[in-house]
């Protein structure tokens, strides 16, 4: 068993959740999330101050060859089984919100461990979050937008991925959507300099910090842009289903 140091916090359910996770103990790890909530913890906390925490130590632990792709797995399927608890009960905090945010890592890139956290904890503010999952191509964010999207949010974990989020961008404003929604970066190797750079509306480099911008980013959307972007979204739609019907 690795032995780790827990410190975001002092509580002794958060610590042995956190330690569970990376030492990948599944069984654990869905004990220590029902001790959790029972003694009181609200589930958003438990996912910002337990499982973001562990994932990212593991990830240390890979750079630091502590760790092999079968551990992070390991890790990776036992934050999940955390995950699969918390879920239901992320929304459910009082603070209801009515952004709409579409989140996926980019075409080529199949890294969706921070980009699932990220999920959870937008989904634990309250946002409708649609997952759209690893290898996501521009016209499937492009399409996204024509769904409702207020907000898309790219992740990249590859230099050679992160290009595909200024693709993405390209296609929007090729569509005539760009306006109409903001765009939110980030990922391992992702900067405030190359979110600039693509012409994206913000970037984060945690998940705690997404939240903040993307809440940020949707009140910049203006209140007549979205009426708008209602009715433009309709004529789109009727336009897209009458074109895949001729
Ligand atoms: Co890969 N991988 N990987 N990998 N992998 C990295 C990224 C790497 C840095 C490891 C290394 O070599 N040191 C390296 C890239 C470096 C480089 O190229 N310069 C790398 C490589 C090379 C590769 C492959 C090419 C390896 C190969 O096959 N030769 C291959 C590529 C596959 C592909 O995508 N096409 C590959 C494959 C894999 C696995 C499949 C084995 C696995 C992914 C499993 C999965 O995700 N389901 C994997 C993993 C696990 C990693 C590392 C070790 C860990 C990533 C992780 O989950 N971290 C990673 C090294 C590292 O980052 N230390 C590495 C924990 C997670 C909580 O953090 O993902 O950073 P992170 O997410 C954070 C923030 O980045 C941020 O918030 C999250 C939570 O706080 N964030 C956002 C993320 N997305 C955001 C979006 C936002 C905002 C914030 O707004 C929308």
Known sequence: MKKTEYLSGDLRELATLYNAVVNGEDVTVREAVRVALATGIPAGQILSDALIPAMTEVGRLFEAQEYYVPEIL????????????????????????TG????????????????????????????????????????????????????????????????????????????????????????????????????????ASDASTAVRKVKKLLSELPATGRRKETTYLKMSLRLAQAQSHS
């Open 74 to 97: 390991i890790s990776a399927e036992a934050m999940e089984a955390g995950g699969a608890i918390l879920r239901p009960l992320l929304g459910d905090t009082g603070e209801r919100s």
């Open 100 to 203: 709409r945010i579409a989140l996926g890592a980019v075409e080529g890139d199949l890294h969706d461990i921070g980009k699932n956290l990220v999920a959870m904890m937008l989904e634990s503010s309250g946002f409708h979050v649609t997952n759209l999952g690893v290898d996501v191509s521009p016209p499937r964010f492009v399409q996204a937008v024509l769904d409702g999207a207020q907000i898309i949010g790219m992740s990249a974990m590859l230099p050679t991925t992160m290009l595909n989020m200024k693709f993405a961008i390209d296609a929007m404003k090729a569509e005539g959507i760009r306006e109409r929604v903001k765009v939110i970066v980030g990922g391992a190797m992702v900067t405030q300099e190359f979110a600039d750079r693509i012409g994206a509306d913000g970037y």
